[in-house]
């Protein structure tokens, strides 16, 4: 089966033009509230908790929270959903299709290039889905096409920003849409990995 086409370039050379407010699906941070009905469901089931939020931006349409799991602040827009649990954290649209998780893993003595090709090996239960190596941002990536989940096909990218407190971890950013979406979406993690912070790094953007 041929590999999927390149779903988008991440390159510092060529940044999108694109902003937070493009994306936006409000006009305010309610949805970062753990309060908001939906973050309270998923916190009274135990699925995960809404990170505190270090600031928002009304102009720019955007808010800033501390995700623990991964010791680092994230931005997203108005309107998109944040929940940490403990693992991982996942910043999502209220339909659920879109998904960009953001998570730890340990190394143990791979480089970028061994952990790809693990990815790859775990795709061997799925033989049907496409896949293609790509480097994303200087960032080692792998772009899937026809994932399984539940009854629909998705697409997938997985890339690996190095991490600087500990050169045994790594973080991956795994981005899931519905089939057609990744190019569009790629557009919002470039906007969201220029505003990213290790908390070791600095003080979250806006501060």
Known sequence: MPPPSNPGAIDPARPTDRTYRDYALSADAGATDPEHPLNANLRDNGVGLTPRAAGSDA???CTTVACGS?????TIPFGWHVFDDGRRALVFTPDSAVHIEFRLLR???RDDAAMIERFIADLSAHPGVQWLKLDLGGMASLALRQVPIGNDMAEQVHMLKACPFDPDLVLCISTTTAMGRMSDTLDLVEIMLRDFRFASESAPPGA
């Open 70 to 74: 991964i010791m680092s602040f994230v």
């Open 59 to 61: 102009e720019r349409r």
């Open 107 to 109: 190394r143990d003595g």
